[in-house]
């Protein structure tokens, strides 16, 4: 059981490139969702999915994108990287319905744009 | 929107000692959980322990336990026996109890040094 896998780990970008942020879980969960994590301001939310086909926008979906086309899959795209998206960025996905159990969540991927 | 709000940046314990985290929320809903989780230096977020709303007795995880105070809002962590292992970031959230649809909402952290 891979519960929530991230890849990559870490990554270097180069302001004005684009890159993808893969999240895959298998645990049949239907909510997914992307935290980003920078210091002292704790997590805070992208986007997330309650569902394939369903997403909506977060606390700070400005410069990312994403797409829930299969239930085990949520990408994170960032269109044109910037310096202010320098973060760790985390994946995490509950059942529906079992709100109690919290979220299981990827082991992160910092990334850095310079 | 509901909000979480952790006061203390940053905290300190004697090994052995006790220690506790502060919390507080707003919210207007009746029903909702809240939770601890734990983020050591590797990284991984891991639930330390969870509360829901509904239930007046606090919770209780071995050497962690919450105090919650529903009417004013506060769900404080309370760690026992401090170990050096305990040394980490500590993230209190929120999450509605409504079928799962509502994201967690996060504070933004208590980082807790442990002294040998």
């Known amino acids: 059981n891979a519960g929530v896998t991230q890849t990559p780990k870490f990554q270097v970008l180069k302001t004005g490139q684009s890159m993808t942020l893969q999240c895959a879980q298998d645990?049949?969960?239907?909510?997914m969702s992307w935290y980003r994590q920078d210091p002292g301001m704790g997590l805070r939310l992208i986007h997330y999915s309650v569902g394939a086909g369903i997403t909506d926008q977060g606390e700070v979906p400005n410069g990312y994108n994403v797409s829930r086309s299969t239930t085990e899959d949520f990408p994170l795209r960032l269109l044109s990287a910037a310096p202010s998206q320098t973060s760790v960025y985390f994946c995490?996905?509950?059942?529906?319905?079992?709100?109690?159990?919290?979220?299981?969540f990827g082991s992160g991927t910092r990334l850095t744009v310079v | 929107a509901q909000t979480v709000t952790q006061s203390q940046p940053e905290m300190s314990v004697q090994e052995a000692e006790t220690v506790t985290l502060s919390c507080t929320y707003d919210t207007s809903e009746s029903d909702y959980y809240l939770f601890w989780y734990k983020q050591p230096p590797s990284r991984q977020m891991i639930l330390v322990i969870r509360q829901e709303a509904y239930k007046q007795q606090n919770a209780t995880e071995n050497r962690f336990s919450v105090n919650f105070q529903k009417a004013a809002k506060s769900f404080s962590l309370k760690i026992s026996d401090s170990q050096l292992g305990d040394a980490a970031m500590y993230f209190c959230?929120?999450?509605?109890?409504?079928?799962?649809?509502?994201?967690?909402?996060f504070g933004k952290g208590t980082r807790l040094s442990v002294i040998a």
């Open positions: 645990m049949n969960h239907e909510y």
């Open positions: 959230a929120y999450r509605n109890t409504d079928s799962g649809n509502t994201p967690l909402v």
């Open positions: 995490a996905s509950s059942r529906r319905g079992i709100v109690g159990y919290g979220y299981t």
